[in-house]
């Protein structure tokens, strides 16, 4: 009785191995479905070698705010911008980040994961990777596939597009932040293959030779990459006899963002005169009052209230006094900074302008996990190299202010342009007025 107990145990036992093993061995179809809004930064942190010789760490950072939605056939069509960040000799991860180049793009995918871009950018830099599998897959099964990335190894704007053979592997199933994703494993070389060169490419890139071993993290629900890991060790060889080395790593995040709320944030400004949010999603045709430089030796007397009004083009229908107008753009909700007093040529606030700054900080506390763009702009007065300076360093400090007040400095990125993205006539005071201005977007 005992011995034909034990069996039935042992039989129970083994089915049960049986059927979790069948579970697991269950074959997984992959495949990119993703339709709404998507949220992507990749970070590069490199040794790098020139010539044989170490000089130093490269931090470089890139991220991508995009729209996806599905075609009939299908696939998904992909539209946004890359936000490419200046490079750094370290990690400043947790400081606001000065921006180098926005880059808008469009591009399809299928549901594998294979990428067609409709104007050429750039960017995406690295495409139909990792390309999916069309038959379902079981754990350990293996599978080949043919990417594309775009490289500058001299950081210098000629690039080349480099076919990659990559191999993958399926390792199965897992939770990450408490949400199932499927892990792949993959690895290609780094290869110039001169019979396969495109006519745009860096003719002065002759050779390269490297490693990259990756893991990937794909969304169990959508297909889309939301984290990548890719080890690297590779050099390129150049006409002149000059190599460069990187070696080191690249981390891809990404994830579906939360909705910014409007209607919060039009709720939060409307106490300060702010009645709407205007649509402008074509850049900079409609003029917004802007700064007006006050003279340092006015500094701390009162200063009479700018005259100048909104033009005929101004179609936002908020009060002349409030701190900011609302528009909608086609990277996100837009706070143009009207009538900020500086001391002329010079990023420092005056102390009567705290209320504006109070004001700007309790509107962009509503967007919970906000990711914010800071665009200082300036008059053209024929100084381009002072201009441009200046304008970048007005963004930074009403950063600083804001994060006084209680924002997330990482949230932010900043830039400036000088005056060369004028909204107005700067042959006339007025018109220079209007062009002095800051801009903040609050990116989707």
């Known amino acids: 009785m005992t011995l034909i107990?034990?069996?039935?145990?042992l039989f129970v036992i083994f089915f049960c191995i049986f059927f979790l093993f069948s579970l697991v061995c269950e074959p997984v179809q992959l495949s990119c479905s993703l339709s709404g809004k998507w949220?992507?930064?990749?970070?590069?942190?490199?040794?790098?070698?020139?010539?044989?010789?170490?000089?130093?760490?490269?931090?470089?950072?890139?991220r991508a705010t995009l729209n996806s939605r599905s075609n009939p056939d299908g696939s998904s069509r992909y539209s946004g911008y890359f936000y490419i960040l200046e490079q750094t000799l370290r990690d400043l991860q947790k400081t606001a980040k000065s921006l180098d180049e926005v880059i808008e793009t469009s591009f399809t995918m299928t549901p594998q994961g294979k990428i067609t871009v409709s104007h050429e950018t750039?960017?995406?830099?690295?495409?139909s990777f990792p390309l999916l599998p069309a038959e379902p897959v079981s754990v350990g099964e293996r599978w080949e596939g043919e990417a594309i990335r775009v490289i500058d190894p001299l950081n210098n704007g000629r690039l080349t597009f480099m076919p990659i053979q990559v191999q993958y592997q399926y390792i199965?199933?897992?939770?990450?932040?408490?949400?199932?994703?499927?892990?792949?494993?993959?690895?290609?070389?780094?290869?110039?293959?001169?019979?396969?060169?495109?006519?745009?490419?860096?003719?002065?890139?002759?050779?390269?030779s490297g490693t990259h071993d990756i893991e990937i993290l794909v969304s169990a629900q959508h297909g889309s990459m939301v984290l990548m890991l890719d080890r690297l060790d590779e050099i390129f060889y150049y006409a002149d006899g000059s190599t460069i080395r990187y070696r080191g790593s690249t981390a891809i995040f990404g994830e579906v963002p939360a909705p910014v709320d409007h209607a919060s944030i039009l709720i939060a400004a409307t106490p300060y005169?702010?009645?709407?949010?205007?649509?402008?999603?074509?850049?900079?045709?409609?003029?917004?009052?802007?700064?007006?430089?006050?003279?340092?030796?006015?500094?701390?007397?009162?200063?009479?209230?700018?005259?100048?009004?909104?033009?005929?083009?101004?179609k936002n229908?908020?009060?002349?006094?409030?701190?900011?107008?609302?528009?909608?753009?086609?990277?996100?909700?837009?706070?143009?900074?009207?009538?900020?007093?500086?001391?002329?040529?010079?990023d420092t606030i005056l102390s009567e302008e705290s209320w504006r700054l109070d004001a700007i900080a309790k509107t962009l506390?509503?967007?919970s996990g906000g990711r914010f763009l800071v665009e200082g702009h300036t008059a053209d007065v024929g100084n381009p190299v002072g201009e441009k300076s200046l304008s970048i360093k007005r963004a930074k400090r009403i950063i600083d202010e804001l994060i006084i007040r209680g924002l997330t400095e990482e949230n932010f990125m900043f830039t400036g342009y000088g005056g060369t993205r004028p909204i107005a006539d700067n042959t006339t005071s007025d018109g220079r007025a209007l062009n002095r201005r800051v801009e903040i977007t609050i990116l989707e």
């Open 5 to 9: 107990f034990d069996k039935r145990i």
């Open 39 to 62: 949220y992507q930064v990749e970070r590069s942190n490199w040794s790098q070698y020139r010539d044989g010789k170490y000089i130093g760490l490269t931090n470089r950072e890139t």
């Open 122 to 127: 750039g960017y995406p830099r690295l495409r």
């Open 172 to 208: 199965g199933e897992e939770l990450y932040r408490d949400e199932p994703v499927h892990r792949i494993r993959a690895k290609y070389g780094t290869r110039i293959n001169k019979y396969r060169r495109n006519i745009g490419d860096d003719p002065e890139l002759v050779n390269a």
């Open 273 to 314: 005169g702010v009645t709407s949010i205007t649509d402008n999603t074509e850049p900079y045709d409609t003029p917004t009052p802007a700064f007006q430089d006050v003279p340092s030796s006015t500094a701390g007397k009162s200063i009479p209230k700018a005259t100048t009004e909104p033009t005929k083009t101004d």
């Open 317 to 346: 229908a908020t009060a002349k006094n409030a701190p900011f107008s609302l528009e909608t753009t086609a990277q996100g909700v837009r706070l143009s900074i009207r009538d900020i007093r500086f001391l002329a040529d010079s």
């Open 365 to 367: 506390r509503q967007v």
